[in-house]
């Protein structure tokens, strides 16, 4: 099973910083008895390694070196590798720039790395064989991209940041076998590549006869992108050590 990390962004929201934001210092982690901080971006791979992934593709930009020089060729028992987005063009061209590593038949777990939630596990409450969306509740949906489902958790449409959604619901991961990245990446196309956020490309796809599921089994999530995202991270994490 694969894994796709979109890490070309520049992180503007958050700069400046002496490094790349995926490498962000969040909270920390043991090694060998020893605590050492810990790169935000390390949180999206733990869940994805515990959802089965055993490779992982970072989606970097030319400036981005030190992402390479953090995790190298693995970390624990997944193989990890890297492409290059030339030019940061969106979220649906980051994830597609991983295509010609991954194979039809293989299940594809998708997330953010400036990102933390919990359950760990989310991955697994995911289905195979389909388009699937990870859906968590939080307090401000029109900063996220809102899911609207209907009872058997078809989604309806995805509303991308806007204000008075009808929904508190967000996604804040996805997965599906290759070949419907694959037919996504075909749809794209057809629609000029003029896609930059994934929800407009699967409010498209819906629409013209396509299929994905929102799942409500997302219990907290935090965007570590902003300054005010960075402190909810360290409450977050401090709130689950207590308990």
Not at 50 to 57: E, F, L, Q, R, Y
Not at 138 to 164: C, G, R
Request: charged fraction near 20%.
């Amino acid at each position: 099973m694969w894994g796709i990390i979109p890490a070309a962004g520049k992180g503007s929201r958050i700069q400046p910083l002496a490094f790349s934001k995926e490498l962000l210092p969040v909270g920390s982690r043991l090694d060998s008895g020893i605590e050492h901080p810990r790169a935000v971006s390390e949180y999206l791979i733990e869940r994805m390694i515990s959802g089965g992934a055993d490779k992982i593709c970072f989606v970097i930009s030319p400036g981005k070196s030190d992402i390479i020089e953090y995790y190298g060729r693995n970390i624990g028992p997944a193989a990890i590798c890297y492409t290059v987005q030339q030019n940061p063009s969106g979220l649906c061209d980051a994830i597609f720039s991983a295509l010609p590593f991954i194979p039809k038949n293989e299940e594809v777990l998708i997330g953010l790395p400036d990102t933390i939630w919990f359950p760990e596990n989310g991955f697994k409450s995911l289905p195979d064989n389909e388009l699937s969306f990870l859906l968590f509740p939080v307090s401000q949906p029109e900063y996220f991209d809102a899911v609207e489902t209907d009872e058997s958790d078809n989604v309806l449409k995805i509303h991308v940041k806007q204000n008075n959604s009808i929904t508190n619901w967000v996604w804040g991961a996805f997965k599906m076998p290759g070949s419907i990245l694959y037919e996504l990446f075909d749809f794209w196309c057809e629609r000029n590549r003029s896609d930059e956020y994934i929800g407009t490309l699967v409010n498209a796809y819906v629409k013209y006869g396509g299929r994905a599921k929102g799942i409500k089994s997302g219990e907290s999530y935090v965007d570590v992108g902003t300054y005010n995202g960075y402190r909810e991270a360290l409450q977050l994490l401090y709130s689950r050590q207590e308990s």
